[in-house]
């Protein structure tokens, strides 16, 4: 009877070895396409995230007021938008560097073509609003211009830009700050392997001109306005407000005023006028006057009545225009030329439109 072969160590070990190599070859092949797939999807996500990062530049470079950085993240490579802004006056850019400096965002969405290599990215900007410190700057400008033309000094473009840059600063640093919030979607594009802002818009040039595009635009608007009052121009367009049985007594943080009492007088042609008398009081911290800080006017029939100059001298009119110190309070006296006897409807507003709030109506009965 014949014994039973048996397999060598070597060949039961053969099948086994091809087996075990055959699965190293595709577990290799699978690590590699798993690197492959994995490397594109890096590469995609490298790429996402690099339109935020330029944004993040970009956005730097306007904090520090740095336009020439600026205008290498923008496609357009235009600044024109900031033509009309005080931002880049050389006069005003200490004010202007020391509000964007304050500048804080985060990016909040990110949209991304890869195929198109477009993006558009999303920042929530937190700025310094500056609509208290313009307020304040041109009521001090225009009481400092005010005072220098009582007292026949003039000034030079050059040194008007300085006043006005002077105040600005000193505003800016005893104010408390003004925080405002924007959402703005920029959208970027790949220019020869580089990503960029589109262009530059409006409403980043609101934020670094802190929310007011030009300080200078926003004097030349109040002093065409108040000449269109003084001379009468707008008296036509005026509307009488109504009717009213109140007081003329008003305070702001700038003055207060208070009526006292009104006088049928003549002017100094021989006809008829109206004295109107009231006490202000200076509440600010500098010199200032009546004649500043006060619009007040007269309508009769449903038109304004225009200033008249009495016949009689009066200290109570000079006193109008005279500067008192902070603390103080004189009574002062405006005239009106009448047009018959019919009842006078007094308006006190804040001089300049400054401070809307501050509004008083009163009606005299002068028969």
């Known amino acids: 009877m014949r014994e039973p072969q048996l397999n060598t160590p070597d060949e039961q070990s053969v ?18 396409l798993i690197l492959v797939i994995g490397a594109g999807v890096g590469y995609y996500f490298y790429e996402r995230s690099q339109p935020a990062k330029e944004l993040e530049t970009y956005l730097t470079a306007i904090q520090s007021l740095d336009l020439n950085a600026m205008q290498s993240h923008l496609q357009s490579a235009d600044l024109s938008a900031l033509d009309n802004a005080d931002v880049t006056n050389a006069a005003y850019e200490s004010f202007f560097k020391s509000i964007n400096a304050k500048m804080t965002w985060s990016i909040t969405k990110t949209s991304f073509s890869f195929q198109n290599g477009t993006a558009d990215v999303t920042a929530r900007i937190r700025y310094i609003d500056g609509s208290d410190i313009y307020r304040e700057t041109v009521t001090e400008f225009l009481r400092q211009i005010v005072s220098s033309a009582f007292s026949g000094e003039s000034l030079t473009e050059q040194e008007t830009q300085e006043k006005l ?33 589109t262009s530059l ?68 042609g021989g006809e008829p006028c ?82 809307t709030s501050v509004t008083a109506v009163q009606t005299l009965n002068l028969q």
């Open 165 to 197: 840059a002077a105040i600005l600063m000193e505003k800016s640093d005893s104010l408390e700050d003004k925080f405002s919030e924007a959402d703005i979607t920029y959208p970027m594009i790949k220019v020869d392997g580089q990503w960029k802002v």
């Open 274 to 355: 109206l004295l109107v008398y009231y006490d202000y009081t200076n509440n600010g911290s500098g010199a200032s006057s009546a004649m500043v800080d006060v619009n007040l006017t007269a309508y009769q029939n449903g038109a304004s009545l225009e200033a008249a100059i009495p016949a009689n001298s009066d200290s109570a009119i000079d006193a109008f225009m005279k500067e008192i110190q902070p603390g103080e309070t004189v009574n002062v006296c405006q005239a009106f030329s009448l047009k018959d006897m019919s009842p006078v409807t007094l308006q006190a507003v804040d001089a300049f439109g400054l401070d």
């Open 15 to 32: 099948p086994r070895k091809k087996k075990k190599k055959g699965k190293i070859g595709r577990v290799l092949i699978l690590l590699a």
């Open 201 to 268: 818009d409006d409403e980043t040039v609101k934020i670094m001109s802190a929310n007011f595009k030009s300080v200078e635009d926003e004097i030349s608007q109040t002093l065409s306005a108040s000449s269109e009052e003084a001379d009468g121009s707008s008296s036509e367009n005026a509307q009488a407000p109504a009717a009213s049985d109140g007081t003329i007594d008003l305070s702001n943080e700038r003055f207060s005023i208070h009526y006292t009492r009104n006088v049928v007088s003549t002017d100094f």
